[in-house]
C-alpha cells in the first residue's frame, strides 16, 4: 500500500526514473523489482502497488521513450521549411536523436528487452517505428537536392543506420553523422 500523504504521481515518477536509471547501467533484464524498490527508496510494496508487474513498468518507460523520440520528429517537420537541403534536414534530425547518451543508454537496454521476449514491448517497438518511418516520409516531403528521393526511398533503413552511430559513439568510437548523411545522400 502507498503511504499515506505522498503524491501517487511523485511516486510513480521516482519509481520510473530510479527503473531508467538501473535499466541504463545493468539492462532490463539484469533489474529486479526489489533492486528498483531499493533504489527508489521504497518498500517493495509500495512499488508493487504502482506497478504489480515488471512488464508494466517497462512498457510505461518504453512508453514515454518513444514518446519522446515521437515528439523530436514531430519538432523536427515542423522546423522544416519547404526546400530544405536534404543534408540540412538529416543531419538536424540525427542530432537531436542521439545527442543525449542517458538516452541512448536507456534506448539500447530498451532494444535488448525486446530481442529478449516477443510480446507488448515487441508490439509497442513496430508500432512506434511503422509510425517513425511515416514522419520520416513526411519530413522528406519538404526537402530537395541531392539525397532527398534516396532518403524518402530508404527511412526504413534511416534508423538502423542511426542506432549504428549511436552505439559507436556510446562506445566511444569516432563513426560520425557525417559518415551516416554520406550513405542517405549517395
Not at 511523485?10 to 526489489?34: C, D, K, P, W, Y
Not at 502497488?49 to 513498468?57: A, F, G, M, S, V
Not at 514518446?67 to 522544416?80: A, K, Q
Not at 508490439?123 to 532518403?151: D, H, Y
Request: glycine share 6%; hydrophobic share 45%.
Amino acid at each position: 500500500m502507498a503511504k499515506r500523504g505522498l503524491d501517487p504521481d511523485v511516486t510513480r515518477e521516482n519509481i520510473r526514473l530510479a527503473a531508467a536509471q538501473l535499466f541504463m547501467s545493468n539492462g532490463v533484464h539484469a533489474s529486479s523489482l526489489a533492486d528498483i524498490a531499493l533504489a527508489a527508496g521504497l518498500s517493495k510494496g509500495t512499488l508493487y502497488y504502482h506497478y504489480p508487474t515488471k512488464e508494466n513498468l517497462v512498457l510505461e518507460i518504453a512508453q514515454a521513450h518513444f514518446t519522446s523520440i515521437t515528439e523530436d520528429m514531430y519538432r523536427w517537420i515542423d522546423l522544416l521549411r519547404e526546400n530544405t537541403n536534404a543534408r540540412d534536414a538529416i543531419e538536424a534530425l540525427s542530432m537531436a536523436l542521439i545527442q543525449e547518451p542517458d538516452r541512448l543508454y536507456l534506448h539500447f537496454a530498451l532494444l535488448t528487452e525486446t530481442m529478449r521476449e516477443n510480446g507488448a514491448l515487441s508490439s509497442l517497438l513496430q508500432t512506434k517505428q511503422k509510425e517513425w518511418s511515416v514522419l520520416l516520409e513526411v519530413g522528406a516531403l519538404k526537402m530537395t537536392g541531392p539525397g532527398a528521393k534516396r532518403f524518402s526511398q530508404y527511412c526504413g533503413l534511416y534508423f538502423s543506420l542511426l542506432d549504428g552511430v549511436a552505439l559507436h559513439r556510446l562506445l566511444g568510437e569516432t563513426l560520425s553523422i557525417e559518415q551516416l548523411i554520406e550513405l542517405m545522400m549517395e
